[in-house]
């Protein structure tokens, strides 16, 4: 069992940046590829960037990419997300997810966390 607790979310302008942190329980935790998800109001649940078990890959979404940064810290348990030249259209609840396979679909998760707002003004 892993529980997944999201923290850094909240108010930005756009432009700005933000920091997203997911702390995880568990001594396995090296064992998962983690990633982050996102959900707007009236959308589904879409997928932003993962990570291997030792750091080794990362994918992104691509709506995302050359902005947003995945990294984690396997001694703290962390997995972190660098959100910079944020968008009015990245705003969303962001939610964390573990895997014990590579994954970029929500239905390869195996836990979620439970979610972290992050809103971004125009």
């Known amino acids: 069992q892993v529980q997944l ?5 909240g108010l930005v302008q756009a432009g700005g940046s ?14 998962y590829a983690m990633g982050w998800f996102r959900q707007a109001p009236g959308k589904e649940r879409e997928f932003v960037a993962t990570i291997s078990w030792n750091g080794g890959a ?7 990419k ?3 940064a995945i990294s984690r ?10 959100m910079n030249t944020l968008k009015p259209e990245d705003m969303a609840v962001y939610y964390c997810a573990a895997s014990l ?7 390869e998760v195996n836990y ?4 972290t707002q992050v809103t971004v003004s125009s």
């Not at 990362?58 to 995302?64: E, G, I, L, M, Q």
């Not at 396979?101 to 239905?107: C, G, T």
């Open 18 to 31: 933000l920091r997203l942190s997911c702390a995880a329980s568990g001594r396995t935790f090296s064992s």
């Open 112 to 115: 979620w966390g439970q979610g």
């Open 73 to 82: 810290d396997n001694a703290k348990n962390t997995v972190y997300l660098q």
């Open 66 to 68: 050359g902005r947003f």
């Open 58 to 64: 990362t994918y992104y979404a691509d709506s995302v």
């Open 101 to 107: 396979k590579n994954f970029i679909q929500a239905r």
């Open 5 to 9: 607790v999201e923290s850094g979310g």
